[in-house]
């Protein structure tokens, strides 16, 4: 048989930080032994301390975030001196003989001619 478990809604630091305020708030407001002099700043200062430790306390317990992403472009290439331009490919003639009729002046003969396209 599996029981339900309850969900937990308060981190553990969380918890640490409330117990410290509440009880560092209680300790400020615990009456103080009564004299002819007045100690109403003297509770004022507790008061405030109280809060204030509270207030260090909720701070501590809360883990920071991750740091904002930053984004990089990467820069644009220098060239010193100007980069050599790129080199230049040509495409060779295709080269072939060919037999072909030619007039000499007396007659007609046959010759070797070299033919490219």
């Known amino acids: 048989m599996i029981l339900a478990r309850s ?7 969380l918890r640490l930080a409330i117990a410290l305020a509440l ?7 615990a ?3 009564a004299s002819a002099g ?9 008061i405030i301390g109280g809060v204030a430790l509270g207030a260090l306390a909720v701070g501590a317990a809360r883990p920071a975030g991750p740091p904002p992403r930053r984004y ?9 001196p100007a980069p050599p ?3 230049r490919y040509y495409e060779a003639p ?3 003989w060919e037999m072909r009729r030619a007039w000499d002046g007396y007659r007609w003969v046959r010759e070797r001619v070299r033919v490219c396209d």
């Open 7 to 13: 969900s937990n809604r308060w981190p553990g630091g």
């Open 94 to 96: 295709v080269c072939g």
């Open 72 to 80: 990089y472009a990467d820069p644009e290439p220098v060239y010193y």
């Open 38 to 46: 007045g100690d109403a700043g003297a509770v004022a200062a507790g």
């Open 85 to 87: 331009p790129p080199p």
């Open 31 to 33: 009456p103080a032994p």
């Open 23 to 29: 009880s560092a708030s209680l300790l400020a407001i």
